[in-house]
């Protein structure tokens, strides 16, 4: 499976907007990007996720480099809420394999 | 919305008990997915299953066993249970993928799992 560098651990304000980064440069034509998060004491939960195109929902944004070899999660105005451990994914949209194979994620921490 | 429901929140078992967690979806998912996730190491994938008496090893199948003997149910068995198996475990399931990308995992609450 292909492999996804985040950063460990990021910090912002609430209210402001936040850009979670994530490398993946031996991604293949076939990967998609996905992004989960998980709340503290709680399961992961699905976020969004892209092949090619920028993609909105009601959560988050997804901002996919034009090479693909990396992709932005850009939460627009965070809240308290938004403290979590987000996962970074690549899964093959090709094979038959079904699997996400999660990394150590990104600790966001909220401070009011 | 999709649910996913593990039976048991926390759990607390002596070593060499044998120890079944149970994880029910009512989306009609056919693939179902067994994880443990312990600090500084993350989820790791211990079973999936994409249909009904199917199974297939993830990552750190040795210990563990599973049961599909309906599509939405899968369980997890611990044949006998030890120490280091003691962490947080969360089911979940998806339909499948394919080459719409939209293979999305809805997971449970997760089930907290002591040895003693």
């Known amino acids: 499976d292909a492999k996804t560098t985040q950063p460990n651990s990021m910090e912002s304000n609430e209210e402001e907007p936040v850009h979670l980064p994530c490398n993946h440069s031996?991604?293949?034509?076939?990967?998609?990007i996905h992004w989960y998060r998980q709340l503290p004491s709680q399961g992961p939960e699905y976020v969004i996720h892209?092949?090619?195109s920028n993609v909105n929902n009601r959560m988050a944004s997804l901002a996919i480099a034009e090479d693909r070899k990396s992709s932005t999660l850009i939460l627009h105005r965070a809240t308290l809420r938004d403290a979590a451990v987000y996962y970074c994914i690549l899964r093959d949209g090709g094979k038959g394999a079904q699997k996400l194979v999660f990394g150590q994620g990104t600790r966001l921490t909220i401070n009011p | 919305d999709v649910k996913v429901t593990q039976s048991s929140r926390y759990l607390v078992k002596r070593t060499g008990e044998k120890v079944f967690l149970e994880c029910v979806q009512d989306?009609?998912?056919?693939?179902m997915f067994w994880y443990r996730q312990d600090p500084g190491l993350g989820l790791r994938l211990i079973y999936f299953s994409y249909d009904v008496k199917m199974k297939e090893k993830g990552d750190i199948p040795e210990g563990y066993s599973v049961s599909r003997e309906k599509k939405e149910r899968f369980s997890l068995i611990l044949e006998s249970a030890s120490t280091n198996q003691t962490s947080m475990y969360l089911c979940?399931?998806?339909?499948?993928?394919?080459?719409?990308?939209?293979?999305?995992?809805?997971f449970g609450a997760g089930s907290r799992l002591t040895v003693l």
């Open positions: 892209g092949l090619t």
């Open positions: 989306m009609d998912h056919e693939n």
């Open positions: 031996t991604i293949s034509g076939t990967d998609y």
């Open positions: 979940a399931s998806s339909f499948p993928g394919g080459t719409s990308g939209a293979n999305v995992l809805t």
